[in-house]
């Protein structure tokens, strides 16, 4: 994780469909409030894996990226994963 940072995002993006990893300190209604973000921003949740241990959580997303989305590369949904988990 980075200084300062409570979260590491890496996202892969190959074609339409990107995979997301987010190692993270836990949070109350985390899981709940990123898979809302990331619907309004057109990245359809299709695959979801959590893992957690002593106050990390490890989350692995397998993502579609919708016609519309507004994002075109996998540093720009990374900004938009931070921004979410950084507004909890």
Known sequence: MAAGSSAAVEVSLVGGHASIKIRSEKKQRQLLELVKGLQRLCLSVLHLNVN???????????????????????????????????SL
């Open 52 to 86: 957690t241990d002593e106050g990390t959580a490890v989350y692995s997303l397998g993502v579609k990226v919708e016609d519309g989305c507004k994002m075109g590369s996998g540093d720009e949904i990374a900004t938009a994963v931070y921004q979410i988990l950084g």
